[in-house]
């Protein structure tokens, strides 16, 4: 690529250790952020989206150091600033400035409002009162509020006002980059978009890099020139805002896509729902780590039966073979003497037979050795008659457009050649 | 900026220049540095130069208890009068707040006036032992009347024929120093070990806090009576335990809520910014622990004060002051004849104690920032 990023996060990773009694012997590991790269061009909002639990704010606190990272590299303006000792953090912290979530916490009520704006010029060595003093009314007069609220205190003002205060204490120092963590989520809809709008003004007028981190689609669509997909600790899709979001070409991001509720009755459609929670991440899914829950997993060859049935297939396949099914908890449930195999085939909405002879009697048989008791063996039959490389291996980063990537075996010309056209997902070239 | 006539504005200032301005020093510190030196000069002529048993000025001998006693009202005129009047807007802010509290207001202009009856009063009245006179011994306060009232000694007059108020006006003096020095005693060491042991964590924290746990349980009361028996009574010795041993609580309290603030989103603001932990701990944490430790630390002043009061009464008191548990007990024997000896001394004593409780309670209403939604 030939621009000249200002920001470029390389392979980061956050890595948290589970440590077990007294001598913390360490037993797992949270892959918070598990790799994670991307670039923020100057002068360019790039967002990063995902579910809570993904790992984004983590991402955001470890590229910016205030979490250390446990692996990678994030060169800002060319240099590493994993590398930095403590004054050069402390300069790098000047051109890089934060805005959190929560308005009402991240204000220290102790300290009128004047005084927290200017608390980063004093960081920074800025000394005379009577300069720092012009620098905040000056501020807060930029961001819509009025020179006198400098002697206010915190709780004088509304969630909103508060965050305009937090936009005026982030660009105090007159940074080059704005990291800004959730900046509306605590806020009501109808004051989010003045704030998004205010961050956007303050973008374009001053050519700052802002890195916009939300879970919300709709928010990341209004202010964003490129947005990163974030699942799992991993990024599943980058490329340009109408990109990603006029042409999505990862199963997730559609369905994050389907969230955004629309104002037109006639296109609401079902929308692609996700079932189950977000895995936990320290004992992440093998192969595609977003198998678990994609609709759109690719199917045995030869399996002839429906996507949705093959999805609840794959949905009994991974519960039996984790051994977190327990059809005598099924059969209580029903109020039946024992467990049988219709109760589980109901439990998982798969029809009975199944369209597909072949995979009807190996589903029919694994059933009868679930209801008999012998789950693990179940499972073990099912992985091995319905195998599929989304569990398998873990899917490369392809281009599907010049500057449009995304990680996904639909993408796989030798894996799926047409799987993925039924969701708008074409094969591409190998990044 | 000199060179500049247009104000300042944020994308104006410049960084490479101001990374090199080191600042100064303000103002109130030097004053404060200065004020404490001239202390220490007096406190070192007091101690090298005036000969033992001479008064070091006019007929004043300073002890031990009066210097420790001038430290901490010049401690408190510069880090609680001096900081409340130049942030005037929090100042009326929390007045405004504490003033619902009626009777606190009341309580706390008894103790102002207390205070200053304590502090200049043995200026201008004499010594209780200089009023002694057997002729004038049980005369009733003025407003019971009899033969021997007189407005000389308005409230009265005690076995030995002291004036009652000459008493009271001494027992304030050792009442405000016993409350004041060790309540400043407890709360500097608690404060330290608190904080302390919230931001090192750990081994520090654990190996802290669990000897607070010993302490907590450690009779101060028999090692109290150890002392006594060794060394003798003396008021210093009273307070210097009772400050020593008696900051547990505020180690705990201190300790949670630093815990707490570093948690809070302000302090990771703050460190996103580029501070340092110490920053972090100077300007937001101890800040926002401050108003914990100021209730925690009005309401332990009573506490000392009554401690001490106690002690006097059971007669391990110092025999060489005025404590108002000394002249309780000492009128206990003629309560039938003259109820007045007991009882004034007795009133002053639960009234002051009473008043530091509702200036505690209205403090806490009105500065611990949970009651206070944002």
Not at chain 1, 149 to 176: I, M, T, W
Request: charge should be negative; aromatic fraction near 8%.
């Amino acid at each position: 690529m030939s621009r000249d990023p200002l920001v470029e996060v390389e392979n980061l990773e956050k890595h948290y250790p589970i440590t077990e009694g007294l001598l913390k012997k360490q037993v797992g590991t949270v892959r918070a952020v598990d790799g994670v790269s991307f670039d923020i061009g100057r002068g360019e909002t790039v967002g990063l989206v995902g579910e809570s639990g993904c790992g984004k704010s983590t991402a955001a606190t470890s590229m910016l150091r205030l979490e250390e990272p446990t692996g990678g590299t994030v060169r800002f303006d060319g240099e590493d600033i994993t590398e930095y000792d403590d004054a050069a953090l402390k300069r790098f912290r000047r051109r890089a400035q934060m805005i959190f979530q929560d308005p009402s916490s991240s204000f220290d009520p102790r300290m009128s409002i004047g005084e927290s704006v200017a608390e980063p010029l004093r960081i920074h060595g800025l000394n005379d009162r009577t300069r720092r003093r012009a620098v905040v009314e000056d501020l807060l007069e930029r961001v819509g509020l009025s020179a006198s609220d400098a002697d206010r205190y915190p709780h004088e003002f509304s969630g909103g006002q508060k965050q305009r205060v937090a936009v005026a204490r982030a660009l105090s120092v007159n940074p080059d980059f704005i990291l800004a963590d959730e900046p509306v989520s605590a806020l009501d809809v109808s004051i989010q978009a003045d704030v998004l709008s205010l961050l956007d003004d303050v973008q374009s007028e001053f050519g700052l890099s802002f890195l916009l981190i939300s879970h919300d689609m709709g928010v990341v669509r209004q202010v964003c020139d490129r947005v990163n997909v974030m699942y799992l600790g991993e990024i599943v899709e980058s490329g340009p805002t109408e990109e990603v979001f006029g042409n999505p070409q990862h199963p997730y991001t559609k369905a994050l896509l389907s969230s955004i509720p629309r104002p037109d009755p006639r296109k609401r459609g079902r929308g692609i729902e996700l079932t189950g929670d977000v895995p936990d991440p320290s004992n992440p899914p093998d192969g595609c780590r977003f198998h678990t829950r994609c609709p759109a997993v690719i199917p045995p060859e030869g399996l002839a039966v429906a996507q949705e049935t093959w999805r609840s297939l794959l949905d009994l396949r991974s519960r039996a073979a984790r051994g977190d099914l327990d059809p005598g908890a099924l059969a209580d449930a029903a109020d039946e003497p024992s467990p049988t195999p219709a109760l589980v085939r109901e439990a998982f909405d798969l029809p009975d037979p199944l369209p597909d002879g072949e995979a009807e009697a190996t589903l029919a048989a694994a059933l009868e050795t679930a209801a008999d008791g012998d789950v693990a063996a179940a499972g073990e039959r099912l992985v091995e008659a319905f195998p599929t490389p989304c569990a398998r291996q873990a899917p490369e980063r392809r281009r599907v457009s010049p500057d449009h990537e995304a990680t996904c075996h639909l993408h796989d010309p030798d894996l799926a050649p047409d799987h993925g056209d039924a969701y708008g997902i074409g094969v591409a070239e190998n990044d | 900026m000199a060179t500049d006539s247009r104000p300042d504005t944020f994308d104006s200032v410049d960084w490479d220049r101001v990374e090199a301005d080191t600042g100064g020093v303000p103002v109130v510190a030097v004053v404060e540095a200065l004020t404490f030196l001239a202390f220490g000069a007096a406190l070192a002529y007091d101690y090298l130069i005036v000969p033992e048993g001479e008064p070091t000025v006019l007929d004043w001998d300073v002890t031990a208890v009066e210097w420790l006693f001038v430290a901490v009202l010049l401690l408190g005129l510069f880090h609680v009068v001096v900081p409340l009047a130049r942030s005037r807007r929090m100042t009326a802010y929390y007045w405004r707040q504490f003033r619902k509290n009626r009777l606190a207001v009341a309580s706390l202009g008894y103790l102002g006036v207390l205070l200053v009856i304590g502090v200049l009063g043995p200026a201008i009245w004499a010594a209780p032992n200089e009023t002694i006179s057997y002729a004038e011994a049980y005369a009733p306060p003025i407003f019971i009347g009899g033969d021997l009232a007189s407005l000389d000694h308005a409230l009265g007059t005690d076995a030995q024929g002291r004036h009652l108020w000459h008493l009271i006006v001494y027992g304030i003096r050792v009442s405000f120093e016993v409350g004041l020095i060790a309540m400043t005693l407890a709360i500097t060491i608690g404060t330290i070990v608190g904080a302390v042991a919230a931001y090192f964590g750990g081994y520090v924290d654990e190996v802290l806090m669990r000897y607070v746990d010993i302490q907590q349980t450690f009779p101060v009361f028999i090692l109290l009576l150890l002392l006594i028996y060794l060394y003798g009574a003396s008021l210093f010795l009273i307070i210097l335990l009772y400050g020593v041993f008696g900051w547990e609580g505020t180690a705990r309290l201190v300790r949670s809520e630093a815990l707490q603030r570093t948690e809070e989103a302000y302090s990771r603001a703050a460190e996103a910014a580029g501070a340092s932990k110490l920053w972090v701990v100077r300007r937001h944490i101890i800040p926002n622990v401050s108003s914990t430790v100021i209730t925690a630390a009005t309401l332990s002043i009573p506490v000392f004060i009554l401690g001490e009061a106690a002690l006097s009464f059971l007669g391990f008191g110092d025999p060489g002051t005025f404590s108002w548990g000394r002249t309780i007990n000492a009128g206990r024997s003629d309560i039938d004849s003259a109820w007045w000896i007991s009882t004034i001394p007795g009133l002053f004593l639960f009234l002051t104690v009473l008043a530091f409780n509702f200036v505690g309670d209205a403090l806490r209403d009105a500065i611990d920032p949970r009651s206070d939604s944002g």
